[in-house]
């Protein structure tokens, strides 16, 4: 089955309630299973594998898996979540970038969303608040569990002030925003510094003579 008529397959799977409420206040058994597929096909939509959205619509790995091959005409690719953090602390842009994935999710997790309903409408927010998104559905739906299984906790920026997500063992007490801005600006002054010389990165501001940041790393 292709996508737009699974789409209306799915839609019309939904019930026509005779109450004037929102298929999220709604009990009924059918409405919740239209709702968890309706989530799934839009994770799938995504970028979504069968066992990420079977674990977060509680729908069962048949049924999404099956549901996937009926979306995408193709098996759900095989392979496990992400289980470290190496990638995304390979350069400041990853780490910046993770930083307002778990902002939104703070935001999100507040409301009484679904966890799939959550993630559906982090992962659309952050993509249109970035221009080129660095994390991919997977990576995005990780994030929050870095910080729940404690490899990663919230620090206060000494730069900023803002609170940001870290890992654990890190040694750096600036978040990613300002460890890239003061890349390019003095960390005292603020003057903007001038191109290195010689393939060797500045030690001292020119102007004020404070040493510079460069050497920082996550």
């Not at 009484?112 to 997977?138: C, D, H």
């Not at 940001?164 to 600006?185: D, K, M, Q, V, W």
Request: charged share 20%; net charge positive.
């Amino acid at each position: 089955m292709n996508t737009p008529a699974l789409s209306r397959h799915v839609l019309q799977a939904v019930p026509s309630c005779a109450e004037p409420m929102s298929c999220t206040q709604c009990d009924a058994g059918l409405c919740l299973y239209s709702k968890k597929v309706l989530e799934a096909v839009h994770l799938m939509q995504l970028g979504a594998r069968a066992g990420l959205v079977s674990q977060l619509t509680g729908l069962e790995k048949a049924t999404a898996n099956r549901l996937y091959r009926q979306l995408h005409g193709t098996p759900s690719p095989p392979g496990q979540v992400p289980f470290t953090d190496a990638w995304y602390r390979i350069n400041d842009k990853r780490m910046l970038h993770t930083n307002i994935v778990w902002r939104l999710h703070q935001r999100l997790s507040q409301t009484e969303r679904s966890k799939g309903r959550i993630l559906i409408n982090l992962f659309e927010t952050y993509t249109q608040l970035v221009a080129k998104p660095l994390l991919n559905l997977t990576r995005t739906a990780f994030v929050p569990q870095l910080m729940a299984m404690d490899t990663w906790h919230e620090r206060r920026c000494e730069s900023c002030g803002i609170h940001y997500a870290t890992p654990i063992e890190s040694n750096s007490t600036f978040c990613p925003g300002c460890l890239l801005y003061h890349r390019h600006r003095c960390y005292q002054c603020g003057t903007a510094l001038s191109p290195k010389r010689g393939g060797r990165r500045l030690a001292n501001c020119g102007h004020c003579g404070a040493e510079l940041m460069g050497g920082i790393r996550h």
